[in-house]
């Protein structure tokens, strides 16, 4: 893998989608040249930040950028934030992670939750590209969250938008219309859910009386994004025996039916507290400055 060097990494646009998620564009060519959908990216936004993980949401190879969308979280997504375009950031290091799985499907259902949107998009959007007729359902916890429906309605035969309050499209969660569906006796080569574990999780129980393949993609916290911390491992059930998976080399998607999702959910809380004490000091010291 080729790494560019510290203030290669130009922010060429920026975009709030919503009040909490922001997408920008960053100017890494070797990254664009390269990326697949379903790969991510690892970044720095300065020499002394922590290192986290973004799905590649999207490359133009002609401008030699790269699409991310974050939400607004803790400490890193908010200095991030911060930046604008004309602005560089430290470092961009991809392309990481296993890329989509396409080959075989002809028919494909995407369903994703919130920001898992993001992740969702260039995955429908290669589906569409190579023919195949894609399903996509989106579902947010109300209208002022919703992000990217005229970019997934471009790519999709079907989209069905749904929100949890009711306040746009339909009330209810993604999981209602691919249940009703599945029940009208539709059929899917293979269902792909990406968003929050919960509805990842109840995704899969929705399919599994079908015998609908069905994917999911794993962004826990990462660090180095090789396999060498063990920062992202998952638990699989295969074959009656417990094994363990590095969401970044050997994901980020898996056989949802091998999710432990109870155990990947519970690990993914435990930083919840540090992540909110780290994002309220940031905004005091945006403040004082």
Do not use: W
Not at 118 to 124: E, K, N
Not at 208 to 236: A, Y
């Amino acid at each position: 893998m080729k790494f560019q060097t510290e203030g290669m990494y130009k922010i060429l646009s920026k975009k709030e989608l919503n009040p909490t998620v922001t997408q920008m564009e960053i100017q890494a060519p070797l990254v664009a040249n390269k990326a697949k959908p379903g790969q991510f990216i690892i970044l720095r936004v300065d020499e002394d930040g922590e290192r986290i993980p973004l799905t590649v949401a999207g490359v133009n190879k002609e401008t030699g950028s790269v699409k991310i969308i974050f939400q607004i979280v803790g400490e890193t997504t908010f200095r991030l934030n911060k930046k604008e375009a004309g602005e560089s950031i430290a470092d961009f290091v991809g392309p990481l992670g296993r890329a989509t799985e396409t080959e075989g499907i002809k028919k494909v259902c995407i369903v994703g939750g919130g920001v898992g949107c993001a992740i969702a998009l260039p995955v429908a959007e290669e589906f569409h590209r190579l023919g195949a007729e894609v399903t996509s359902i989106i579902g947010f916890r109300s209208v002022d969250l919703l992000i990217l429906e005229d970019e997934f309605k471009a790519v999709s035969d079907r989209l069905i938008v749904m929100t949890d309050d009711g306040s746009y499209a339909r009330h209810g969660n993604v999981t209602v219309p691919l249940k009703e569906m599945l029940e009208a006796g539709e059929k899917f080569d293979l269902v792909l859910a990406i968003g929050p574990g919960v509805m990842m999780k109840f995704t899969v129980l929705t399919c599994k009386p079908f015998g609908v393949p069905c994917r999911v993609s794993m962004n826990p916290i990462m660090i180095d994004g090789t396999g060498m911390c063990g920062g992202c491992r998952l638990t699989l059930n295969q074959d009656g025996k417990r094994v363990t998976k590095f969401a970044c080399v050997d994901g980020p998607e898996f056989d949802g039916y091998e999710v432990d999702f109870d155990e990947a959910m519970s690990r993914g809380r435990m930083y919840f507290d540090y992540e909110r004490h780290a994002y309220d000091e940031a905004c005091n010291l945006f403040k004082q400055a």
